[in-house]
T-cell receptor, first 112, second 109 residues
């Protein structure tokens, strides 16, 4: 029962470097999400994908791009990392109801 | 823009005390209100409320939703050190959840 798998768990980048956070789910869910969590800010939605082939901006999309590669995978790319993107990133997925959200274990990203 | 506001941001109480956490929301096409507990990693689901005035209970935790006034509360009675966590409120619209900032609850033994 893998659920939602995120990689990597930890990453340190230098300002200007690029990287991709990977997310895969094995529950045949239609919808997938990327959130970031900063101290005192709760979870803020970066991008989401309501179905394979579609993506939409969330609350804080600037500086990020996403790809819904197939139904299972939804990746988040930082093209030119900035210190303001230091955060914990969570991938999540849901099936027919958005309320039934399944989270990955998170990625701790530090940008120096 | 959808918005969820929680208060207080932080709360420190002694073991055995009762606490009340607040959540107000403004969400387009509101469907339900959810509470999560977050310790070290990802949030874990506590409650989902869809109807106003219905109180959900699970042991020492209970929650009420008021859809007219657009708020919810989470009560924890006889608190224990294991209740120390961040409690997140989230409101569901059509395609996504909007989370509040969370309340950091610390229980002192």
């Amino acid at each position: 029962n893998a659920g939602v798998t995120q990689t990597p768990k930890f990453q340190v980048l230098k300002t200007g470097q690029s990287m991709t956070l990977q997310c895969a789910q094995d529950m045949n869910h239609n919808s997938m999400y990327w959130y970031r969590q900063d101290p005192g800010m709760g979870l803020r939605l970066i991008y989401y994908s309501a179905s394979e082939g579609t993506t939409d901006k969330g609350e804080v999309p600037n500086g990020y791009n996403v790809s819904r590669l197939n139904k299972r995978e939804f990746s988040l790319r930082l093209e030119s990392a900035a210190p303001s993107q230091t955060s914990v990133y969570f991938c999540a997925s849901s099936g027919d109801r958005v309320e039934k959200l399944f989270f990955g274990s998170g990625t701790q990203l530090s940008v120096l | 823009e959808d918005k969820v506001v929680q208060s207080p941001l932080s709360l420190v109480v002694h073991e055995g005390d009762t606490v009340t956490l607040n959540c107000s929301y403004e969400v387009t096409n509101f469907r339900s209100l959810l509470w999560y507990k977050q310790e070290k990693k990802a949030p874990t689901f506590l409650f989902m409320l869809t109807s106003s005035g219905i109180e959900k209970k699970s042991g020492r935790l209970s929650s009420i939703l008021d859809k007219k006034e657009l708020f919810s509360i989470l009560n924890i009675t006889a608190t224990q050190t294991g209740d120390s966590a961040i409690y997140l409120c989230a409101a569901a619209g059509n395609e996504k959840l909007t989370f509040g900032t969370g309340t950091r609850l610390t229980i002192i033994p």
